[in-house]
């Protein structure tokens, strides 16, 4: 078993479906223990993402959240994954992201995910 801990600091610029701009500033704290069957991931972060809605027209939103990250290996290279996710701002919701940015509160998500070498060099 081994820990990995980490501090990092991210600016990104990305866009979403309705091809807004968004520029995000994170900080996050985070580690991650593995063995030979199963992978844990924890981290805790805050953010400031200003989104470019249209031209000329824009919001900001901060929030902190944390998140864990569970996999475990199965038989024929398959792995289950579990991903938990909860947000909560930090400040009062611009009304013009509605729509725009990802709800706040808890999410969750189940995987089942394989990996495949296709060649070695």
């Keep these: 078993m081994c820990g990995d801990p980490s501090v990092s600091y991210d600016r990104t610029v990305d866009t ?7 520029t995000e500033d994170r900080f996050t704290i985070s580690g991650q223990f593995t063995d030979a069957t ?5 981290a805790a972060f805050v953010s400031r993402a200003h989104y470019f809605i249209d ?6 939103e901060r929030v902190a959240g944390a998140t864990f990250t ?3 290996a199965l038989p024929q290279q398959l792995s289950l ?3 938990l996710e909860g947000v909560l701002g930090i400040s ?3 009304p013009m992201l509605d ?6 509160g808890l999410r969750a998500f189940a995987t089942l995910s394989t990996t ?3 060649w070695k060099l």
């Design 38 to 42: 199963w992978i844990a991931h924890g």
């Design 92 to 94: 009062a919701r611009d």
């Design 116 to 118: 495949r070498t296709l």
């Design 81 to 83: 994954g579990l991903t």
């Design 70 to 72: 569970g996999s475990y």
């Design 99 to 104: 729509g725009h940015a990802l709800p706040r």
């Design 16 to 22: 979403n479906i309705l091809a807004d701009v968004i």
């Design 55 to 60: 031209e000329g027209l824009g919001a900001e």
